[in-house]
Structure formats: structure tokens, C-alpha cells
């Protein structure tokens, strides 16, 4: 066990029974939960927690809505995904939201299953994932507005509450997919058939969930699912009377060229399902506690959303990089960074994000990334690509951790800092020294510097327009204290550091929080 696996401990495992089951299920391990080696507080949540996140419970509600419409469906995951036990959560997860759901046991155990698919088994990546499924269905919709909706209204559930899954049972020794599912419907002739007199006679049709992994034949899996589609077909079933299917695989558990056409199923990845709300909400749920002061509390702010955008797609890196840093410099940041990163999974493989801002906004991974997705790679993130892993981030030769770490103080901070320089521009009138200076000669002098396309300074701007370095530049006029003095010569060097995509030094940093958490008119 090393240091820099956050998964070496906690693992628990977790049984539950398989829907349409007489028999006991299969101890599934519960995807493990990353407790740091030495030092802070260990995160306890397990993955109930993860479900409730607003990117993980948006994908499951359009899975589930295509599920229920009568849609079959592949989900694809990366191969860490399914390594961890975390996509036998999820699969789980959906299970649990859905009536009538036969779960078939796999070909292979949880432990004999290959731990990663051949090269040769993803190598045939699509030429055009967008056009998988011409018919759009919901699976494939990027909804835009609003896509959390009110969702955070039911995060206060307890993270460890325990609810009854439906997991795959017992494997079985060889045998076909389609024996085993009539073995779980108790039938004996073809369950395909029997699925749909038992539509069609009314009753509730059932949706079947197949995890590819535990299989030993992507063809024979391929077959089921375009078979499937031809009986329901033939029998007049259509919608949601009709029982529909879900392979969850790795890209070589179900390679996308086996399956034929995908007009009538639809085809999910998880990819683009992390947001940075889901880290944010996360790091809420794990409070570093109470701050002594607003400008502590400030401080904690951008501290996480350093974090959060640092480590991006990366949600468990994220928690025990918080946990091994507390703010400071880069140097502090690059170091508690190289002792949350795993170990290197793939070294001397260099995956460079792609510079195509489409890629990141496709709802799935094109052919460039698919390979490095499909390993845990990379990911698409707050509306780009990123590594899931930011071990390129240690190179103190890299600009990559600066800019990021601007990124996020620019989040939190570049609205405060317009929040000062309002409440400023409205004590402008009264601060003005009588007799010297007019409302007019002050919004001249502190107007921005520029020319018009004729050569000619431009009119002079409304006091509310004026920004934060005009108003620096024409401070002379206004009666200031000298602290007011120094909060809007503050104000002015971060705004402009800022803006120039390098971030504040810590120092800095602190003095900004005491200013931007202080009034004005305090002395």
C-alpha cells in the first residue's frame, strides 16, 4: 500500500438481491472511498453520497426517462470506472429507480473478470459518435437551461442511508446470456420471445440489466440487444409498453461497431457528467468548520475553488487535496498536489486536452479522445477538456497551475471587487472636496484613456460606469482616509493582476479578503 493510493482502504462490500430472483445476490463491492494516509480528516461518505450530485443525478434522470419511454440502451463507462466498483454502483442506482428490473447474473465473477479490456477490443473507436442515433433521443440531449433545476433542494438527504439495490447474482458456470435470462425468468423456451407475450398480454413490460463486464462474448451480447429490438418489433409492441434493455460496458466490453443500427436504442456515456457544482457541493457537505472572521470565511472560499478547478473532473482527488491543503503559495498547492495523486497509470503516455472547443461540448468522446477517455484519462469538465489526473501540473516549468489557479480566483473574486467599487461610486457625491472639484471634472479625469476611430478621446462616462482604475486615478479628488486610501489601491492591483491571468500571491490574497469583507465608511 502506497501513499498514493487513495483507494488502498475502506473497501466494504455490500449484497443485495437480484431482481426476479429467487436466489441471494452477489456481493458487489462498493466503489471505495479514498482515505488519505496520514493527516486531516478522513472522507466517510460513501457512494449514496455521489448519486445525489447534481451532474450523477441529472445523467441517471435521462437514462431512466429513455428507459422508461421504451428505449433500450447501452451506457458506457471508463475501464477505472468499473475497476473501482463505482459503475456497479450506478447501474445499481438506476436499477433502484426503475420497477420491474431483472438483473442477469454475469458469464464471470467479479473477481475473474478481465480488469481491462484488449487494445484490440477498443480499437475501433466510431468515425462519428454524434451521429450514433439519428433519431435524438433523450439520451443524447445536452440540456443547457438550467440543467440542475432544483435539485439542490434534496441534497440534505443523509449520504449513508442504505437502500436495497438490485445486484447481479451469483455467476453462474458457462452458459449463454439468453439461458441465463430465461433462468431469471423462469421460462424455458426463448426469453426474448417470452418478454413480449408478457407485454403483450399486459402486463408490465420488464427492463433486463446486463453488466458487459461480467460477460465473455461482446457478439453475443450485440445479438441479444438487435434480436431483442426485431421480436418487440414483430410483436406490435412500441413505447413504453415494450420491454427494453441496458448493456452498461466498457468500450471494449460492447465495441460500438458491433451493434448495428441504434435507430430504436440509445447510446449514454459517462462523459461530461462531472460539474463543478458536484465538487463544490461535496466540499460543502465536508466543512472545514467555522471561520473566526468573514475575511477567513472569504479566504476558505478561494481556497476550494482552487481546489475544485485544479483538480477538475478528478472528484475524489478534489477531497484529499483539500484535506492535504489549506491555502498558501504555488509551491505549497504543487506539493499537497503530488501527494494526493495516484500513482501514474499509464507513464509515458502523454494525452494533450484537445484544443477543439466542440469536443468538450459533444455529448460523447470523439475518435481523438476515445482511447484516453475509455482508460480514465481524460474528461469533459466545465466546458472543456481535461485530465482526470493533473500529474502534468507538478512540472514547475508549466504555466497550466498558475492559469488555473487564476481561474478560480477570478470565480470568486472579480465579482466582490465589482461589489466594492459600486458601493464606492455611490459615496463619490459626498466625497468629493467641496469647492475644488466638480462631479463632472472627476468622471473626466477618471475615464478610461482611450480614442475613438477619429483620433478623439472619448466623452466622458457616467459616474456609474467609471471602473476600478479610473477611480484609483482620480482618488486625489475625493476626500479618502488613508485605510479608504488603501482598500481602492488594493482593489486596483488585483483587479489588474487578475485580469492579466496571473494569481494573487498568498499575501496579497489575505490583505484582498480583509478589504473586500470591510465597508467603506469603517475607519
Same mark, same amino acid.
Given at each position: 500500500?502506497?501513499? !498514493?493510493?487513495?483507494?488502498?482502504?475502506?473497501?466494504?462490500?455490500?449484497?443485495?438481491?437480484?431482481?426476479?430472483?429467487?436466489?441471494?445476490?452477489?456481493?458487489?463491492?462498493?466503489?471505495?472511498?479514498?482515505?488519505?494516509?496520514?493527516?486531516?480528516?478522513?472522507?466517510?461518505?460513501?457512494?449514496?453520497?455521489?448519486?445525489?450530485?447534481?451532474?450523477?443525478?441529472?445523467?441517471?434522470?435521462?437514462?431512466?426517462?429513455?428507459?422508461?419511454?421504451?428505449?433500450?440502451?447501452? &451506457?458506457?463507462?471508463?475501464?477505472?470506472?468499473?475497476?473501482?466498483?463505482?459503475?456497479?454502483?450506478?447501474?445499481?442506482?438506476?436499477?433502484?429507480?426503475?420497477?420491474?428490473?431483472?438483473?442477469?447474473?454475469?458469464?464471470?465473477?467479479?473477481? #475473474?473478470?478481465?480488469?481491462?479490456?484488449?487494445?484490440?477490443?477498443?480499437?475501433?473507436?466510431?468515425?462519428?459518435?454524434?451521429?450514433? #442515433?439519428?433519431?435524438?433521443?433523450?439520451?443524447?440531449?445536452?440540456?443547457?437551461?438550467?440543467?440542475?433545476?432544483?435539485?439542490?433542494?434534496?441534497?440534505?438527504?443523509?449520504?449513508?442511508?442504505?437502500?436495497?439495490?438490485?445486484?447481479?447474482?451469483?455467476?453462474?458456470?458457462?452458459? /449463454?446470456?439468453?439461458?441465463?435470462? *430465461?433462468?431469471?425468468?423462469?421460462?424455458? =423456451?426463448?426469453?426474448?420471445?417470452?418478454?413480449?407475450?408478457?407485454?403483450?398480454?399486459?402486463?408490465?413490460?420488464?427492463?433486463?440489466?446486463?453488466?458487459? &463486464?461480467?460477460?465473455?462474448?461482446?457478439?453475443?451480447?450485440?445479438?441479444?440487444?438487435?434480436?431483442?429490438?426485431?421480436?418487440?418489433?414483430?410483436?406490435?409492441?412500441?413505447?413504453?409498453?415494450?420491454?427494453?434493455?441496458?448493456?452498461? *460496458?466498457? !468500450? =471494449?466490453?460492447?465495441?460500438?461497431?458491433?451493434?448495428?443500427?441504434?435507430?430504436?436504442?440509445?447510446?449514454?456515456?459517462? &462523459?461530461?457528467?462531472?460539474?463543478?457544482?458536484?465538487?463544490?457541493?461535496?466540499?460543502?457537505?465536508?466543512?472545514?468548520?467555522?471561520?473566526?472572521?468573514?475575511?477567513?470565511?472569504?479566504?476558505?472560499?478561494?481556497?476550494?475553488?482552487?481546489?475544485?478547478?485544479?483538480?477538475?473532473?478528478?472528484?475524489?482527488?478534489?477531497?484529499?487535496?483539500?484535506? !492535504?491543503?489549506?491555502?498558501? #503559495?504555488?509551491?505549497?498547492?504543487?506539493?499537497?498536489?503530488?501527494?494526493?495523486?495516484?500513482?501514474?497509470?499509464?507513464?509515458? /503516455?502523454?494525452?494533450?486536452?484537445?484544443?477543439?472547443?466542440?469536443?468538450?461540448? *459533444? &455529448?460523447?468522446?470523439?475518435?481523438?479522445?476515445?482511447?484516453?477517455?475509455?482508460?480514465?484519462?481524460?474528461?469533459?469538465?466545465?466546458?472543456?477538456?481535461?485530465?482526470?489526473?493533473?500529474?502534468?501540473?507538478?512540472?514547475?516549468?508549466?504555466?497550466?497551475?498558475?492559469?488555473?489557479?487564476?481561474?478560480?480566483?477570478?470565480?470568486?473574486?472579480?465579482?466582490?471587487?465589482?461589489?466594492?467599487?459600486?458601493?464606492?461610486?455611490?459615496?463619490?457625491?459626498?466625497?468629493?472636496?467641496?469647492?475644488?472639484?466638480?462631479?463632472?471634472?472627476?468622471?473626466?479625469?477618471?475615464?478610461?484613456?482611450?480614442?475613438?476611430?477619429?483620433?478623439?478621446?472619448?466623452?466622458?462616462?457616467?459616474?456609474?460606469?467609471?471602473?476600478? =482604475?479610473?477611480?484609483?486615478?482620480?482618488?486625489?479628488?475625493?476626500?479618502?482616509?488613508?485605510?479608504?486610501?488603501?482598500?481602492?489601491?488594493?482593489?486596483?492591483? *488585483?483587479?489588474?493582476?487578475?485580469?492579466?491571468?496571473?494569481?494573487?500571491?498568498?499575501?496579497?490574497?489575505?490583505?484582498?479578503?480583509?478589504?473586500? /469583507?470591510?465597508?467603506?465608511?469603517?475607519?
Amino acid at each position: 500500500m502506497t501513499s !498514493a493510493d487513495p483507494w488502498a482502504r475502506g473497501a466494504v462490500s455490500r449484497g443485495a438481491r437480484s431482481s426476479g430472483s429467487g436466489g441471494p445476490g452477489a456481493q458487489v463491492p462498493k466503489a471505495r472511498v479514498p482515505v488519505p494516509e496520514s493527516g486531516g480528516a478522513a472522507w466517510q461518505a460513501d457512494d449514496e453520497g455521489l448519486a445525489r450530485l447534481p451532474g450523477p443525478r441529472r445523467h441517471l434522470d435521462l437514462l431512466e426517462a429513455d428507459l422508461l419511454s421504451g428505449r433500450s440502451c447501452v &451506457w458506457y463507462f471508463p475501464d477505472p470506472f468499473v475497476a473501482s466498483g463505482r459503475a456497479d454502483f450506478f447501474v445499481d442506482e438506476l436499477a433502484h429507480r426503475i420497477d420491474g428490473v431483472i438483473t442477469v447474473p454475469g458469464a464471470v465473477s467479479l473477481d #475473474d473478470r478481465d480488469p481491462a479490456p484488449s487494445s484490440s477490443g477498443r480499437g475501433t473507436s466510431p468515425e462519428s459518435l454524434a451521429s450514433l #442515433d439519428a433519431t435524438g433521443p433523450v439520451g443524447e440531449a445536452d440540456v443547457q437551461d438550467d440543467p440542475y433545476g432544483d435539485l439542490l433542494s434534496d441534497l440534505v438527504v443523509a449520504i449513508g442511508a442504505e437502500i436495497p439495490r438490485a445486484s447481479p447474482s451469483v455467476p453462474v458456470s458457462a452458459s /449463454t446470456l439468453q439461458d441465463r435470462l *430465461a433462468k431469471e425468468l423462469g421460462v424455458t =423456451g426463448d426469453p426474448l420471445a417470452a418478454l413480449a407475450d408478457q407485454a403483450a398480454s399486459g402486463l408490465a413490460p420488464h427492463t433486463v440489466f446486463v453488466r458487459c &463486464w461480467n460477460e465473455t462474448s461482446y457478439e453475443e451480447a450485440a445479438r441479444v440487444l438487435r434480436v431483442a429490438r426485431a421480436t418487440f418489433h414483430e410483436a406490435g409492441l412500441s413505447g413504453p409498453a415494450q420491454p427494453r434493455f441496458l448493456f452498461a *460496458a466498457r !468500450a =471494449g466490453d460492447l465495441p460500438r461497431h458491433v451493434l448495428g443500427d441504434t435507430s430504436r436504442s440509445s447510446v449514454h456515456w459517462w &462523459w461530461k457528467v462531472w460539474n463543478r457544482l458536484d465538487t463544490e457541493v461535496l466540499m460543502a457537505w465536508q466543512s472545514r468548520g467555522h471561520a473566526d472572521n468573514p475575511a477567513g470565511a472569504l479566504l476558505r472560499r478561494v481556497t476550494d475553488a482552487v481546489v475544485a478547478e485544479v483538480c477538475g473532473p478528478d472528484i475524489d482527488g478534489a477531497l484529499l487535496l483539500r484535506d !492535504a491543503w489549506g491555502g498558501g #503559495d504555488l509551491d505549497s498547492l504543487r506539493a499537497a498536489l503530488a501527494r494526493s495523486l495516484p500513482d501514474e497509470q499509464h507513464p509515458g /503516455t502523454a494525452y494533450e486536452p484537445s484544443v477543439r472547443m466542440s469536443a468538450a461540448h *459533444a &455529448w460523447a468522446p470523439d475518435a481523438e479522445l476515445h482511447d484516453a477517455w475509455a482508460d480514465g484519462s481524460v474528461d469533459s469538465w466545465d466546458g472543456r477538456i481535461r485530465l482526470v489526473h493533473g500529474r502534468r501540473l507538478l512540472d514547475p516549468r508549466s504555466h497550466e497551475l498558475r492559469v488555473l489557479v487564476c481561474h478560480a480566483q477570478n470565480r470568486v473574486l472579480l465579482p466582490l471587487i465589482e461589489e466594492a467599487r459600486t458601493a464606492l461610486i455611490h459615496l463619490v457625491p459626498e466625497l468629493l472636496r467641496r469647492g475644488r472639484h466638480g462631479l463632472e471634472d472627476f468622471c473626466a479625469k477618471a475615464r478610461p484613456q482611450y480614442k475613438d476611430k477619429n483620433g478623439e478621446a472619448t466623452a466622458s462616462p457616467d459616474l456609474h460606469e467609471l471602473e476600478i =482604475g479610473g477611480l484609483s486615478a482620480a482618488a486625489y479628488m475625493l476626500n479618502l482616509t488613508s485605510p479608504q486610501r488603501h482598500r481602492l489601491r488594493s482593489l486596483h492591483t *488585483a483587479r489588474n493582476t487578475l485580469s492579466h491571468r496571473t494569481p494573487l500571491e498568498h499575501d496579497d490574497l489575505v490583505a484582498l479578503t480583509e478589504v473586500l /469583507t470591510t465597508d467603506w465608511t469603517a475607519r
